[in-house]
């Protein structure tokens, strides 16, 4: 079947399929709760929602039990198709599945864990886990531990982004170093409230470095020790807030002139991410976005300098977005996304890489999200677009 009569079919199966369907997502399922609850239309959190989950998938003044959990069938799934586009290339259709379970097993022991599959003509291919975590409340609202398989604290989060396209800024980089912010995370973290406006966590995590560094290298795959911290305050709906990674990685490369040395250069990194955050709701319109600033301290290495050149590097960037709400079931928005730096592999010289992303969502229902994006870049990247349905169940 063509891929563009596959997309509109396919589309047509999943609005029958949604649109005939009883169950509700687990959180709505086991509350007796709206979607509109906790989502500004899904897959973006309202502030209820963000609270909701700061609190381990928790209401305040929250009474769950384990026996209340379980017997809400805590299973929900997520499909997506998306049709992308690319100037002077070619259209391609991809699917994502994902199963989901998540929530509060009493009152101080809550959990995630999702699993997500790509989906093509030849069925079903495990993508791996994203997210599979355990959280305890050692002193409820004032102090929590999680541990697993984490999403950073991140002011917006990449995992379930409401957006086509991703932040940018989140995966910068320079010279050979891969870790990030925007990638899932092996370690713990701990956190809570100071009081009802102002919140914390650290997290120790693995460190994320690129599967080829993996197999050149076993010491690219230690648990590097790497820390992220965040502090965020409310004001009323709106809020501000201030985040950090700091840590050292194990870099590998393969020697591109093996006679001088080594065929496998290793070294070590160390690096900082420093980022400032903001969101403010004006009536109709949400603004948002963050600052990010990052340096790596020896993220390249080559045959003359094996231990890695000592250079620093720095990057800055962000995003700012804007999303107005024509009505509750249609958004307009646009995000301008800017990254300044060296590019991939070097530590310079530095150039700015900027992108406008305009985009429209519409919810046919409230768990029936039809999105359209486009993306236009500087520096002659060529303009992408993508179409999107999200159903969940």
């Known amino acids: ?117 790509a989906v093509d ?6 993508s791996g886990t994203d997210n599979a975590f355990l959280r305890v409340e050692l002193l409820p609202d004032e102090l929590y531990l999680r541990g697993g398989r984490i999403e950073l604290d991140l002011p917006f989060t990449q995992a379930r982004t409401p ?45 994320q470095n690129s599967e080829e560094q993996k197999e050149l290298s076993d010491s690219a795959d230690r648990f590097d020790g790497n820390v992220f911290a965040r502090l965020v305050r409310r004001f009323g709906e709106d809020r501000a807030g201030v985040y950090l990674y700091w840590g050292r990685n194990k870099l590998a490369r393969t020697n591109p002139n093996p006679a001088s040395g080594p065929a496998v250069l290793e070294w070590d990194d160390d690096f900082l991410r420093l980022g400032f955050d903001g969101s403010a709701y004006l009536s109709d319109l949400h603004l948002y976005g963050t600052f990010l600033y990052g340096r790596n301290g020896n993220s390249y290495a080559d045959a003359q300098h094996p231990g890695g050149t000592e250079e620093a590097a720095s990057f800055t960037g962000g995003f700012g977005q804007l999303d107005f709400y024509v009505r509750d079931n249609i958004v307009l928005s646009g995000r301008v996304d800017w990254v300044h730096g060296p590019p991939p592999g070097t530590v310079g010289p530095s150039r700015t890489l900027v992108g406008f992303a305009p985009g429209l969502k519409v919810w046919l229902h409230p768990r029936i999200r039809l999105g359209f994006e486009l993306s236009f870049r500087n520096e002659q990247q060529p303009t992408r677009g993508a179409i999107q349905i999200d159903l969940t169940l």
């Not at 309202?46 to 009474?63: C, N, P, T």
């Not at 003509?121 to 495990?126: E, L, N």
């Not at 320079?174 to 409230?193: K, L, M, P, R, Y």
């Open 1 to 117: 079947m063509p891929m563009p009569r596959f997309l509109v079919v396919s589309l047509g199966l999943t609005a029958l399929a949604a649109g005939t369907a009883e169950a509700i997502p687990e959180f709505a399922r086991r509350y007796d709760l709206p979607c509109h609850f906790c989502h500004d239309g899904y897959p973006k959190l309202s502030v209820l929602g963000e609270q909701f989950k700061e609190r381990g998938y928790r209401l305040e003044d929250d009474r769950t039990t384990a026996s209340d959990w379980w017997s809400s069938i805590p299973v929900s799934s997520r499909s997506t198709l998306r049709q992308t586009f690319e100037e002077e290339g070619d259209a391609e259709t991809t699917g994502h599945f994902r199963l989901v379970s998540g929530g509060a097993l009493g009152r101080r022991v809550s959990y995630w864990i999702d699993e997500s599959y």
């Open 121 to 126: 003509g030849d069925g079903f291919d495990r």
């Open 163 to 207: 957006q086509l396209y991703a932040y940018d800024v989140y995966f910068a980089t320079t010279g050979f170093e891969t870790d990030n912010i925007g990638s899932h995370q092996d370690g713990v973290e701990a956190g809570g409230f100071l009081d009802e406006a102002t919140r914390w966590s650290i997290a120790v995590v693995r460190g």
